[in-house]
């Protein structure tokens, strides 16, 4: 997507606002499918389907990245680590192959991307992560403006928005173990008088594999959970997981108790974790 603004001297605010919208606009000109990839021993091979479902014809640079994650699930990309033998990690973007790197789709085309995982022999069990990702690349459509379409006191600005949607993707090595351990919870309270107190469960992950699943936050004895969160993964990318709610609408204070519950998924989620909706982790911890 691609916008002329002409501002007056001193009018930087347009410019700002006029990125917010081109951003929002571009936000629904691609698609993936399918979500997530994962592959194990049976499954070294996948296919990504890309939709350009924007109006322009676009062309794309389709990457696989590594990814570092913080304690709140707050992912960045970061280049494909080749790391000494030992010294992996969680990396896995070296394990993995795809075709083609670039395409260019006229609008509502789609095309399919072929990735495939090669693990050497010397890799230790465990579960390594990467992502996908295809992002839109800058035009080159000749001169958006003329100067002498300008007056003396203003500013001509080309933006061009450019995007990337992503997904993730795990490489399972062996049979590892991976466990939910629920650590405990703190209450935060409101940083000022427009915020809203707020509890963090930390849940941790003991193994060489991701736990995947739902959580579940309960007063003790009652049924009913004052909180409810469909998916709570701590990958390999982290060790521990802070998952944070609001308690606006909640009486709850440091020292309360609190009954936590770990979940799997109910449904299959293409080989990230196990199904079936059975407890993992159950602990009752006292707020902090």
């Not at 917010?20 to 389907?49: G, M, N, W």
């Not at 035009?139 to 949607?165: C, H, K, R, S």
């Not at 521990?240 to 299959?268: K, M, Q, T, W």
Request: charged letters at 30%; aromatic letters at 6%; a negative charge.
């Amino acid at each position: 997507m691609r916008r002329v603004v002409r501002c007056h001297w001193g009018a930087v605010g347009c410019v700002a606002t006029t990125l917010v919208f081109a951003a929002t606009q571009a936000s629904a000109a691609i698609q993936i499918a399918p979500q997530r990839l994962f592959f194990d021993d049976q499954q070294r091979s996948a296919q990504v389907e890309v939709f350009n479902q924007s109006d322009e014809v676009q062309e794309y640079r389709v990457l696989v990245t590594d990814v570092e994650a913080d304690a709140y699930g707050r992912s960045e990309l970061i280049d494909p680590v080749e790391p000494e033998a030992g010294e992996r990690g969680h990396h896995g973007a070296d394990l993995l192959r795809h075709h083609p790197r670039q395409m260019t789709l006229q609008p509502g085309e789609s095309q399919t991307v072929r990735i495939m995982s090669r693990v050497p022999d010397e890799i230790d069990p465990g579960e390594y992560r990467a992502r996908f990702a295809v992002r839109t690349m800058p035009t080159a459509d000749g001169q958006a403006f003329a100067e002498e379409e300008l007056e003396d006191d203003e500013v001509a600005v080309d933006i061009q928005a450019l995007f990337a949607m992503t997904i993730p993707v795990g490489i399972l090595v062996g049979d590892p173990d991976g466990e939910p351990e629920i650590r405990g919870a703190r209450f935060e309270p409101a940083e000022d008088a427009d915020g809203e107190d707020s509890v963090e469960i930390t849940v941790a992950r003991n193994g060489e594999r991701g736990v995947y699943g739902s959580l579940e936050v309960y007063r003790p004895g009652e049924d009913e959970p004052i909180h409810e969160r469909s998916r709570a993964a701590v990958s390999t990318s982290m060790d521990e997981r802070i998952l944070p709610f609001s308690v606006e609408n909640h009486d709850v204070a440091p020292g309360d108790e609190l009954r936590v519950v770990y979940r799997a998924f109910e449904d299959d989620e293409e080989g990230f974790g196990e199904s079936g909706g059975h407890v993992k982790a159950e602990r009752t911890v006292t707020l902090e």
